[in-house]
């Protein structure tokens, strides 16, 4: 087994879709790829340092140091060769100087709409949305009463790109989720939404994907 570690700028070509968040793709043009052989030392903590994984570590701090540029990168391995385990390492660096928003997919809640965005916004201010977008995200968060049909998916989006908007206001983000192929198409969806529209905003994202999943 293998990871390969895929880090890239994000630039003005890159167009985030739903089908593409869940294969784990952020951009159409990534500056470096890694393949890190698997030993059966790779990924195992020794003391406060990962064993075998110094590479891709080494890239997540580079690419770290600017708090000011937008930054992404993609963990992709097998199932249990040590994404998460690297992920988790990365994001105790990353998260200096960074809002962190962080979500773990699960294939059991693949089903259930908008659980990947709950997570990422629990602990976010949703008093300074514009009222339809704030209605729109509570109700999909089932956070406020259903009202009326479904809430529309351009307004739950919007609503989403104006939280981060307003995050990153006040300071860089992290927005990271672990087993990005398991995430809910709803939660894809508004997601999609909002990074097509931040391209040049100090937001840093980091995901793990399970190499053929979600093709």
Known sequence: GRVRARIARRRSTCRPTYERLRRGEIGDHPTFVERCGSG???????????????????????????????????????????KTTLWEAALDVLRDGRRPLIARA?????????????????????????????????????????????????AVGAATLTLLRSLLETEPVLLAIDDVQWIDPESAAALAFALRRLESDPLTIALTHRSGAGD
């Open 40 to 82: 059966k030392n790779d990924g195992v903590v020794g003391g406060s340092a990962l064993v075998g994984r110094e590479n891709e570590l080494a890239r997540t701090r580079s690419g770290a140091a600017r708090l000011d540029a937008s930054y992404a990168f993609v963990l992709e391995g097998d199932a249990g060769i040590g």
């Open 106 to 154: 699960a294939p059991l809640e693949t089903s259930l709409s908008f659980a990947v965005l709950a997570d990422l916004t629990v602990d976010c201010d949703r008093g300074g949305l514009p009222s339809p977008q704030r209605t729109a995200l509570e109700v999909a968060l089932l956070l406020g009463d259903p009202v009326g049909p479904p809430p529309d998916p351009r």
